[in-house]
């Protein structure tokens, strides 16, 4: 419909007359679009000029344009649309916005404020919790902007939107902490945390119990968004490093490859990142965490020490059954039982033993094996003490030996197959160079 000239110089009278408005300019004929800057927020000045119109009896409605990703508004019967923009370049509300979806969850998770809550709770909740001495506020003056973005929150014309998609960022982050227990979750709003570089760009950080830390960036756009999509409330990524989503998809599928799919009761990898697989992720690591530990390090090197004792506190001798043996997965090369002193033809332990081992994965032998893992060791052990004859003791005789070794892991749990030859030994010990059991190493 065509655009009436004396409601159009109405509209133009009006927009003029407010304080926070001016026009920067107009487009069309059959169907004209008023482009109105302001300095403040969009959605105030909307609502101030959506009043004032009423006022000159002109009826509006507010709709989303074409020309803009915010509520317009539309003159009733004619085509005329009043389009809003920021003067410092549209950044203000979309600032505002994207604040809320990173530093909302993050106070939230900081302050266990549950996630079910409805939009309005889950914001009044936020404002209750903030605290400016929390350790989410990296930069010295973070806190101070941080509380004046909770304040305007109200004020953005995408108010439900952005806290629904603040609320979806901290279930994310539950999930995280399920499966990987957090130490501190960070706002990277102008600063960066500790060991972080001042160009990455994430806008949340997470800083696990071990010390390391992965960084989120989280958009404020829609699901049109032209850049990477890596939304927090679509779905949430580690963000660094990767330049593009299909490098970052297909690390995740190397990884899943390799990796994941020795876990346990693993889901599909079309569940890569979501519940079902965090779960299984967490539930290998409190039923087996040598194991765990195997696959969380593509190389990884374990050192193992230990030392035992038996000692009788009323000075009797230590009975053979309840004397120290070296098992054989501790001291692989030998023959269980056939190492340390011996009294005649039977080995008859020590009082005293002590075992070093040191293990390192292959990670590119079996590379694309789902259930294979290669390794070398090296073991290290000694068995001494008997407290009936001196004479038979065998402190100063040292065993050890190297090895290759291949972990196979089965439905009914890991098998260890091991090749080891002894470096040094004494000359009653019984070596044995192959042997296999069932269950981790060490």
Do not use: C
Request: hydrophobic share 35%.
């Amino acid at each position: 419909m065509a655009v009436s000239d004396s409601i159009k110089a109405k509209v133009i009278e009006t927009i003029n007359d407010e304080k926070n408005l001016e026009i920067k300019k107009m487009e069309g004929v059959s169907k004209v679009y008023i482009y109105a800057v302001t300095d403040g927020l969009r959605v105030d000045a909307r609502n101030s000029l959506t009043a004032a119109l009423k006022k000159q009896k002109i009826a509006t409605e507010e709709k989303l344009s074409k020309k803009s990703t915010e509520l317009a508004t539309f003159i009733k019967n004619q085509d005329l649309i009043v389009v809003y923009k920021n003067k410092s370049g549209g950044m203000q509300e979309t600032t505002l916005n994207s604040t809320i979806t990173e530093l909302f969850p993050v106070i939230a998770f900081d302050k266990n404020i549950p996630q079910k809550l409805t939009e309005q709770n889950f914001y009044a909740a936020i404002q209750k919790a903030y605290d400016p001495k929390s350790k989410v506020f990296v930069g010295n003056n973070d806190y101070k902007q941080g509380k004046k973005f909770i304040d305007d929150a109200i004020h953005s014309s995408k108010f439900k939107q952005k806290i629904t998609n603040a609320k979806a960022a901290l279930g994310y982050i539950n999930q995280q902490n399920k499966g990987k227990p957090i130490k501190q979750v960070y706002w990277g709003y102008r600063k960066k945390p500790n060991g972080v570089s001042p160009s990455h760009r994430g806008d949340i950080f997470i800083q696990f119990n071990d010390g390391k830390m992965i960084g989120l960036s989280v958009k404020a756009g829609g699901t049109g968004t032209k850049e990477p999509k890596y939304n927090t409330y679509v779905s949430a990524v580690m963000k660094d490093g990767y330049d593009d989503l299909a490098t970052y998809q297909k690390w995740q599928k190397e990884s899943y490859d390799q990796y994941y799919k020795k876990v346990p009761n693993i889901p599909a990898f079309s569940f890569y990142g979501k519940d079902q697989m965090v779960t299984a992720v967490a539930n290998l690591e409190a039923s087996d965490k040598d194991y765990y530990n195997e696959l969380y390090e593509n190389n990884v090197t374990k050192l193992s020490i230990n030392l035992s004792a038996a000692n009788s506190i009323t000075n009797d001798d230590i009975k053979l059954s309840e004397r120290i043996f070296i098992p054989a997965s501790k001291l692989r090369g030998f023959q269980t039982g056939k190492v340390g002193p011996k009294d005649g033809t039977d080995f008859i332990g020590g009082n005293f033993s002590s075992t070093i081992n040191i293990s390192s994965t292959l990670p590119y032998i079996f590379r694309n094996s789902q259930t294979l893992a290669a390794l070398l060791f090296t073991d290290i052990g000694n068995v001494w003490g008997v407290d009936y004859n001196s004479k038979l003791d065998d402190s100063n005789k040292i065993r050890s030996s190297v090895g290759i070794g291949v972990d196979w892991f089965t439905p009914v749990g890991p098998l260890n197959f091991s090749l080891a030859a002894p470096i040094s030994k004494a000359n009653t010990d019984k070596t044995q160079n192959f042997r296999f059991n069932l269950g981790t190493t060490f």
